[in-house]
């Protein structure tokens, strides 16, 4: 059974920092492509960014050069470092495995102003 569980989320002022972790379990890790997304009240969950098994990443422009993802295959568990975040940051952040669409819970991020 393939569980996904998220947890770094929380309370930061802007231009504060916040390190997201999502660990998997029940799924060979190492091999897969991890996601993470987004979902501001009243908006559509939103693409934020990508890893795939090598490490190449993509991200999304509005979080380009503040976000970072990465992953520990030892830890099964991929992390998104956001710098500078601003209050349109303001989201539930959710991590996506692509192969099976698996989704974790959920994590509540929140950035005042």
């Known amino acids: 059974q393939v569980q996904l569980v998220e947890s770094g989320g929380g309370l930061v002022e802007t231009g504060g920092s916040l390190r997201l972790s999502c660990a998997a379990s029940?799924?060979?890790?190492?091999?897969?492509?991890m996601r993470w997304y987004r979902q501001a009240p009243g908006k559509q969950r939103d693409f934020i960014a990508f890893?795939?098994?090598?490490?190449?990443?993509t991200y999304a422009d509005s979080v380009k050069g503040r976000f970072t993802i990465s992953r520990d295959n030892a830890k099964n568990t991929v992390y998104l470092q956001m710098n500078n975040l601003k209050p349109e940051d303001t989201a539930v952040y959710y991590c996506?495995?692509?192969?099976?669409?698996?989704w974790g819970q959920g994590t509540q991020v929140t950035v005042s102003s």
């Open positions: 890893i795939n098994s090598l490490g190449s990443t």
């Open positions: 996506n495995l692509i192969a099976g669409n698996y």
């Open positions: 029940g799924v060979d890790f190492s091999t897969k492509i």
